[in-house]
């Protein structure tokens, strides 16, 4: 049984009201007269801040291009579905979800892997994983929440039977943890570093778990078929404005924190929790015919799979698209 058996229904909240502003369900097409803008769905997660930064910086003016801000992942996977996004900022596992699901898509770019930037919080008297018995759990209803619970229960010499696991959509993690209802939340930044500052304790984070939190951009098969120019553009203004907070830091903290929510220096402690991939490191991960995450992507599937997190294993051979690593221009 998954770690979501009980408790399960979905939590509706703002991001509802974003996606339902976008336009009507229609077709992405090439006009001549018009096309409508590549939308690409965001939460709010430090390792898409460089998204942001580049809008910010007008990188982005003059494009085809919306960034979408959703409470969730999980309203991105369901704009996905149904195509009222093109493109979303999602974890590989949940992409391996919707690849299994059969939904028609590419992972094109490796935006993070999360070395510490995901956690397992407990409150004053939980403060290491053997604590965690019998205690109310928050937790996002997606695989990296479920993967990561999991392995913490494990590492713990717990079953989700020994714990009362509470599905919270992740726009009440921290508000849910400060009023008590919950003895331990799974969460990311900037939650995980709000609270931690607040004196909550880390149990269990992504550093135990080397390089197997990553989060991609996904395309669906028709936006990559249509709108690769304004794909392209994406990408080579997230690779600009990663170059931009290199050479101009202050300027970029200042600039990203008011979205996060957390100080300057608080970006800055929360960007030293990831790795935000470069074009070799992404051409290294999904490009050539040897790349690396496509090993990663069948290890993650397989432990999906045991931990009852997927039906069946996805087949990942057609699941990266490398031509976005051969851009220079994206450099």
Known sequence: MGLFAKGLGYLPHLGVLLLAALPLLLPVTCSSTYQKPLTVGTNVWTGNEPLYLARDLGYYDGSRLRLVELSSNTQSMDALRSGRLDAAALTLDEALTLVAEGVPLRVVWVLDVSAG???????????TLA?????????????TGAYLLDAALHRAGLTPADVDIVPLPVDAHADEFRK?????????????????????????DSRQLPGEIVD??????????????????????????????????????????????????????????LVLPDMPYNRALIGGSTPALQASARRQAALMQQHGLLATAPDTRGLLDGRFTRDEAAQ
């Open 131 to 143: 604590d965690l018995r019998g205690r109310r759990i928050g937790v996002e209803q997606t695989a």
């Open 117 to 127: 930037a995901d956690a397992v919080l407990g409150r004053a008297g939980v403060e």
């Open 216 to 273: 991609v951009l996904v395309v669906r098969d028709e936006a990559l078929r249509c709108c690769a120019e304004d794909i392209r553009r994406l990408i080579a203004g997230q690779q600009r404005a990663l170059a931009y907070l290199a050479r101009h830091r202050e300027d970029a903290l200042a600039r990203m924190a008011p979205r996060l929510g957390l100080p300057p220096a608080g970006v800055a402690q929360s960007l030293s929790d």
């Open 180 to 204: 008590g209802r919950v003895d331990a939340l799974v969460t990311f930044d900037p939650s995980r570093l709000s609270l931690l500052n607040e004196g909550a304790h880390a149990l269990f």
